[in-house]
């Protein structure tokens, strides 16, 4: 994306761009499922702060199916429906659980079966500010991880690793995922891997400062700490042509959908990216502008938090 292509008055300030792509989501509210209501107010929160492309993750409920048909027509849906974990690690609410090869073969033939759009491994725990690490050691080895990939293969399906932790990342890039989701604690080397090898990074900062206020001092101290290693890690992989995705893990407790993607585009500008590198990786593709579904924002519309105009169809939304 070349942003000179979308000014649009004479003083060069105003931008024509396409709408936003929120690349991690899950279809819930709180971490339970959305209701059919409740997926109607998802489309509205997102929509009128510019969001018109969700990817989601996963629910052991398989919510995202019944998500797509409320959707239809309003919003362009992927999703994983069914995330894989380890069982006695992370992920019991994402999906299904397993423990040996012949089930993690199992498993990724059920979740294409059901018609998921890629495979979603939870590779890894996740950030545990109260034990100062990972809030588990178990995940997916390398031998599992290429199973995965090997099987996803035949069934012509991509697979997204969640990954925190350099060493299951690493795995996550040498077993073939299309991206990396979250990606704590990553090194400058992996992110060379990443680079080289053409994967995506998703590195959602916002859900960890939404659980900040309920910490104590030294526990929001250590998140602090954490979240200004990650902002200086996506500054690293943007300098570097890491492809790099926004997404929020909306959906979960104190993560709102469409909000929290506005948030997001923040952190990044926190992370000193340019306004280019932040459009490029929260853009859905251009057409989507030929079809009359843009947004008009200002140069500083990402430190204002502010759109000027949210447009779908041709008609702008309130």
Known sequence: MLMENYFVNDDRDLLKIPPF????????????????????????????????ALTDMGHRSGIALEARKVLHGHMDVRSAVYAI????????FLGIG?????????????????????????ASGIVCPKGGGLSTTVGFNLEELKIIADVSKERNLSFVCHANADNFIRNSVKA??????????ISNETLHMMKEAGVSWTPTVTPLQSIKEHLESP???YVEDI?????????????IGVKLNVGTDCGSRG??????????????????????????????????????????IKKDSIIKRTLEGVYFNGKQID
């Open 255 to 296: 993560v709102y959908h469409g909000e929290s993607f506005i948030e997001e585009l923040q952190w990044f500008h926190k992370a000193g990216l340019s306004l280019k590198h932040i459009l490029s990786a929260a853009c859905m593709n251009d057409e989507e502008i030929e079809k009359g579904n843009y947004l008009l």
């Open 21 to 52: 792509r929120d690349a991690h989501i899950h279809f819930t509210v709180y971490g339970r499922p959305a209701s059919a209501e409740q997926l109607l107010k998802i489309k509205d929160d997102c929509m009128k702060h510019g969001v018109f």
């Open 227 to 239: 979240t200004e290693q990650h902002l200086a890690s996506i500054n690293y992989a943007a300098s």
């Open 176 to 185: 073939g995922a299309l991206s990396i989701e979250h990606g704590f604690y």
């Open 98 to 122: 397993v423990t040996d090869k012949e089930e993690i073969k199992g498993s990724v033939k059920t979740i294409a079966d059901a018609g998921a759009d890629f495979i979603k491994v939870i």
């Open 85 to 92: 974990y380890k069982k006695k690690s992370h992920g019991v």
């Open 219 to 221: 526990e929001r101290k």
